[in-house]
């Protein structure tokens, strides 16, 4: 009989609620700490809320991991109604202490409940959560299972168009953005995630510019078999980015208006794609 497995995240992930709730995901939500109020991702302030006030702050907002006991909460539920395993995926360890919460959480639990690192954020983590759920859906046993989302991991890509720089810098956690921000200013940025590191792909004067190598990016990657386009608080450009492209892929895109946990490193307006190359 195939072992029956479960699957944990957490918000920044950026699993849409009916997704999740379809492929009975479990997500942790992150939390994102604004003007001296914690807010539970996903509750008490909307995106689109948070987007709209995120230029008026003078202190930024700042983001905090869910806490060992909510990782073991859920670990602990799931293993008492009936899972063998839990497979708990989780952003760059290099970006994000939600990582080390769930793996100290899960020393409790033995070979029971696995720790994966995505490298990743947003749809490129959700996309390894959720293409695990459907295999193990489909009967998969671990070892295919993990095959699946180390393959996954590794073909996943990132790439947007960031209004502003300022943001990730801010973040502190690129060290390019620290050094180029007297630069770049009046820039644009193209960055891509992979593997946890931030990079720079180039940079636009005006947003046409920006959308357009955008494009060019995402088709460089060849075949595409998963596609969500990513925003934050930019949804017509999102819309129509998503029907221009929404023919290049077998399964109908996601359109994602980034987590809170996110796009505070980020910042307004920015878009993008998560996207699963064919190879």
Not at 71 to 89: D, M, N
Not at 139 to 151: F, P, R, V
Not at 240 to 269: F, M, Q, W, Y
């Amino acid at each position: 009989m195939p072992m029956k497995i479960s699957l944990v995240t957490d918000s920044t992930a950026d699993i849409p609620a009916e997704l999740a709730a379809c492929h009975a995901i479990e997500v942790v939500p992150a939390i994102v700490n604004v003007d001296g109020r914690s807010y539970v991702d996903g509750s008490g302030i909307s995106r689109e809320e948070f987007y709209n006030l995120l230029p008026k702050l003078v202190i930024p907002p700042t983001t905090s991991a869910p806490s060992v006991g909510d990782f073991q909460e859920r670990y602990e539920r799931l293993l008492k109604v009936g899972a063998e395993v839990v497979l708990s995926i989780h952003p760059a360890d290099k970006l994000s202490g939600i990582f080390n919460a769930a793996r100290l959480a899960a020393q409790d639990f033995g070979e029971r409940v696995r720790v994966l690192d995505s490298g990743q954020v947003s749809l490129g983590l959700g996309f390894q959560v959720l293409m695990a759920a459907e295999a193990a859906a489909r009967g998969a046993m671990l070892d295919e299972t993990l095959s699946l989302i180390d393959a996954v991991r590794r073909r996943v890509r990132v790439a947007a168009l960031l209004e502003t720089i300022e943001y990730v810098r801010r973040s502190g956690r690129v060290s390019w953005a620290r050094a180029m921000i007297g630069s770049l200013l009046q820039i644009q940025p193209l960055i891509e995630l992979r593997y946890g590191i931030v990079e720079r792909l180039g940079q636009a004067r005006t947003r046409a510019q920006g959308i357009l190598r955008l494009t060019e990016v995402l088709n460089s990657w060849g075949p595409i078999e998963r596609l969500a386009v990513l925003h934050t608080n930019a949804e017509a450009a999102a819309r129509l980015l998503l029907e221009d492209l929404k023919s290049r892929v077998p399964i109908p895109p996601l359109l994602v208006n980034v987590t809170t946990a996110v796009g505070t490193h980020v910042g307004p307006n920015c878009l993008g794609f998560a996207a699963v190359p064919v190879s």
